[in-house]
């Protein structure tokens, strides 16, 4: 077993007469209740090194996740893929010029690029003009896709180190890639940086997440970021279930995945409402029920105890782990008696982008955004991809999308909606 950190706070733990810093749990708690994993919830003492600036147990946990991955190096957080991102965002944005975003991209990546001022342009990837009318520093895309679909990233890799620029992958839904032969390769072999959430995928406590690095010019600029940009109170207990997981995924993922992979055969054929769509990642169980409303579906399900990651028009997302594919059969149990309803789909708006994209913003109430620009992005979540950016002219197809997804929505501030003055 390799668990540096994980196995130091073991010793740690066993080593503990009071503890007499942060968290002000102490340690301690009411045994099997919310606070059962509290000893292992520890601060910066002596031995357990420091995150922001790693040199012990934690860098050698972040060495041997690198290695896992495919990479060079890889930062560990504890602020989930969005500090990564940020992170990414700043290195990029110290070589000048304009970040290209391939594709659609987390809000994780707008939010950032507005609170740095970073100038983003977008593209579906077949301009091939777009590469040389602007000095390009860096080029963002995502995948694996909130779906399952993973991207042709070799071709922008070379057009985007043909250019210059950075190769930036999202990989935030990859992180169980690299334990098992059945699934997709990650983006090491292509990405200078890739964004990786951990707990997405695997038995990690939430907001665990890597930033990926290839060359050590460009992992010396993440880590000083890493240091502006995340908490100096990163959460221990996220930290030692990533070093956790990633040893139990080494020595278990293969026949894990492979075990699981039959029981979702298995759950596909066993469905009489909805199908299985096929994607590039079988864990990202993707169930479509043609005319149906899958948020409704959704509600229904969590009435009776079962959770699904996401609905999206007549699609449900589930997210399939070694540690819930047995519960698949119950599932499928429940989609086979339940009653569906009838929908309309859910259909997208069409925004028409204007070159205003600066200046002071307010809030207005939704009736009254008709005419206005958006000052910033608002989309549903999950998958938290922007529908509407900044800069984009709200009409009244606009206002009728904001009002019937109102309580599904990102981007809001208390139901207003942010428009440039």
Not at 6 to 31: N, S
Not at 179 to 187: E, G, H, I, K, W
Not at 333 to 351: A, C, D, M, R, Y
Not at 400 to 421: C, D, E, H, Q
């Amino acid at each position: 077993m390799s668990r540096p950190l994980y196995d130091k706070i073991k010793e740690y733990c066993a080593l503990t007469r009071a503890r007499f810093c942060m968290p002000g749990h102490g340690g301690g708690g009411d045994g099997d209740g919310l606070y059962a994993s509290s000893r292992f919830d520890w601060t910066e003492v002596k031995g357990l090194d420091n995150l922001l600036e790693s040199s012990d147990v934690i860098l050698s946990s972040e060495k041997l996740i690198a290695k896992d991955y495919g990479y060079e190096h890889a930062l560990m957080l504890t602020c989930g893929a969005t500090s990564a991102m940020h992170i990414a965002l700043n290195v990029a944005k110290e070589r000048g010029g304009v970040v290209l975003a391939i594709g659609a991209m987390h809000k994780s990546f707008w939010s950032a690029c507005t609170l740095y001022g970073v100038k983003a342009c977008v593209s579906d990837g077949n301009d091939d003009k777009i590469f040389s009318k602007e000095k390009i520093s860096a080029v963002f895309t995502t995948s694996p896709d909130y779906f399952g679909k993973v991207r042709d990233i070799e071709s922008l890799c070379v057009r985007a180190h043909e250019a210059g620029a950075l190769f930036v992958v999202d990989e935030a839904h990859s992180a169980h890639f690299p334990y098992s032969q059945l699934l997709p390769d990650n983006a090491a072999a292509y990405a200078d940086m890739s964004i990786v959430g951990m707990h997405k995928t695997l038995p990690v406590y939430g907001g665990g997440a890597l930033l990926c690095v290839n060359g050590s010019e460009l992992y010396e600029k993440c880590v000083r970021y890493r240091s502006l940009i995340h908490s100096t109170s990163p959460d221990y207990l996220v930290m030692a279930s990533m070093d956790y997981a990633a040893d139990y995924m080494r020595t278990n993922g293969e026949k894990e995945y492979a075990r699981i992979k039959n029981v979702i055969d298995g759950f596909a054929n066993s469905l009489k409402n909805g199908v299985v769509i096929d994607n590039d990642d079988f864990t990202r169980v993707v169930i479509e029920f043609k005319g149906k409303d899958c948020h409704a579906l959704c509600d229904e399900l969590t009435a009776h105890g079962f959770f699904a990651e996401a609905a999206y028009g007549d699609r449900l997302v589930l997210i399939v782990t070694p540690f819930n594919a047995d519960k698949l059969e119950l599932l499928s149990h429940e989609l086979n008696n339940i009653q569906l309803k009838e929908s309309q789909g859910l259909v997208l708006p069409e925004p028409v982008h204007t070159s205003v994209a600066d200046g002071e913003c307010e809030f207005v109430d939704v009736d009254e955004a008709s005419g206005r620009i958006s000052a910033g992005e608002i989309g549903i979540y999950p998958p938290g991809v922007p529908v509407i950016r900044r800069g984009d002219l709200i009409d009244g197809e606009i206002v009728a999308f904001i009002k019937k997804y109102t309580n599904r929505l990102f981007g809001l501030a208390s139901g207003r909606v942010a428009v440039i003055k």
